[in-house]
Each structure stands twice: as C-alpha cells, then as structure tokens.
C-alpha cells in the first residue's frame, strides 16, 4: 500500500489565484475522479504535483516522506498522462515500445493489449488522435509508477475504446492509485471511488451528476 500527499497547493498566474491552499491524499486502490470548468484549473494542478509547473507553495509526500516537486520526475512515483501528446513523432509503434520497455515481457504485454495490433505498424506521428491516446495510455499503464494522473484519458476517444480504457484503469486501481480529470464525466464518475470538484480555486466533494449540476458544472436537460 503506497500513500501520495499533497498539502497546501497554491498557485497563481499573476494576480489570478488558480488553486488555494489544495490538498488531498490518495492510496493504492483509489481512482480520483477531478471535474471543473474550463480554466478551473486541473491541469494546473496535475502540473504542480508532477514538477512541471512550479507551484507558489506545495508539500507532497510519499509514503509519509517529504519529496520536492522537482524530484517528482526522477523519483519514478508519479506518472502524467498530459493532455498533448508527449510520444517521439518519427518513430513507428513497434521500435518505440522496445525501447521504453526493455525487457520482452513488457513489451509483449504493450503488443497484445487490445486495439494494438491495429496500429503498431505505423508511425507515431500518422496515429488517429485516439490511437494515440490510447497508446500513451497503455505505456503509462506498464510503468512500475505506484500513481499516475491522468489528463483527459478519454477524449478523442472512441466509445469502444472507452470501454477498453476504463476496463484497464479498473484493472490498474488493484496496484496503483490514480487520479483522472476528464470532461467526459459519466465515464469517470463511473470508474472513481471518490470525485473531486474544482471551484473556485479549491477542491469540493462531489458524487453524482446532481452535484455537479448543483454546482454548475453541467446543466441536466428536463425531459
Ligand atoms: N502558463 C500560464 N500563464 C498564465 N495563465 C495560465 C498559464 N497556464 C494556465 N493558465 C490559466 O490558468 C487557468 C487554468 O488553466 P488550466 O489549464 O489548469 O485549466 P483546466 O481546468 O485544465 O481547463 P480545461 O478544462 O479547459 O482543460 C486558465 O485560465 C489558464 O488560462
């Protein structure tokens, strides 16, 4: 059982304070669902957490010990999903794999996940959107990461693949814990075992769909 801590995340872009003072813990077996509007500020803390952006004030700890930000990388316990993509574009599917994972086990696991062998002959760079996604995916999910978070898993996804990626992230909440943010939030809703709501530049339980109305999230058409 592993444990990731965030405390007193803030940020701000010039005078606009984006996250105040936001916390949360997240252990082996969790899957976080993260929800705000445009601009609320997800991506932002996705980025403070891995290092990438550097907060105004942030305490993380693993396992009870205190890591800085710029360690996050390098330390190998966090892994970032981001919303662009991140693989090299010259490269086809099938010599890239080998060359993240060495060892021929995990690269059979990445060839005969489903949906592979659709497009492991391609290059990169000539990949769908939602090949693509999918792909990041999967190499994320064969990382020895213990956390992983994940910035729009779903979108420019097809509904089959949907299906595939919440099926894996099911499968990946039995060693990791995860944190998702996504718009398309009856698919993390349903996955997540908690949900978290950015409002107002600090984070809000929610549950349902009702609450994310509630807080004007999304608005639920009347019949
Ligand atoms: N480097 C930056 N400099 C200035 N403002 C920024 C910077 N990065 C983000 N912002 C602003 O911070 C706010 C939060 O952005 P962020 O990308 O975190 O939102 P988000 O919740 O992920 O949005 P979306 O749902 O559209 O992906 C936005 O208003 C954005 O314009």
């Known amino acids: 059982m592993n444990k990731l801590e965030v405390n007193g995340l ?21 899957m976080f669902g993260l929800f705000g509007r445009n601009g609320s500020g997800k991506s932002t803390l ?7 952006l550097r907060a105004d004030a942030l305490e993380i700890k693993f396992n009870g010990r205190e890591i800085s ?16 993509p991140f693989l090299p574009k010259e490269m086809k599917v099938r010599n890239l794999i080998p060359f993240i994972f060495p060892n021929g086990e995990d ?8 949906g592979v062998a659709a497009f492991d002959g391609k290059i990169i760079g000539t990949l769908s959107a939602g090949e693509l996604k999918y792909l990041e995916l999967i190499i994320l999910a064969n990382l020895s990461h213990p956390f992983l978070l994940l910035d729009e898993p779903f979108s420019m996804v097809e509904p089959k693949i949907i299906e595939l990626v919440k099926d894996l992230l099911l499968s990946l ?3 990791k814990g995860l944190l998702i943010t996504d718009h398309y939030y009856s698919d993390v809703l349903e996955v997540a075992n908690r949900s978290l709501l950015l409002k107002n530049s600090t ?11 509630a ?7 009347k019949e």
Request: overall charge negative; charged content about 30%.
């Open 10 to 30: 803030s940020k701000s872009f010039g005078s606009r304070q984006i996250l105040k003072e936001v916390s949360l813990s997240l252990e082996t077996g969790d």
């Open 46 to 52: 996705l980025k403070c957490m891995m290092g990438t």
């Open 69 to 84: 930000a710029s360690e996050v990388i390098s330390a190998k316990r966090i892994g970032f999903l981001p919303q662009d």
């Open 107 to 114: 690269q059979d696991k990445i060839f005969y996940s489903p």
């Open 173 to 175: 909440r039995k060693t």
């Open 203 to 213: 984070l809000l339980e929610v549950e349902s769909d009702d609450d994310l109305a």
């Open 215 to 221: 807080h004007e999230y999304l608005k639920i058409r």
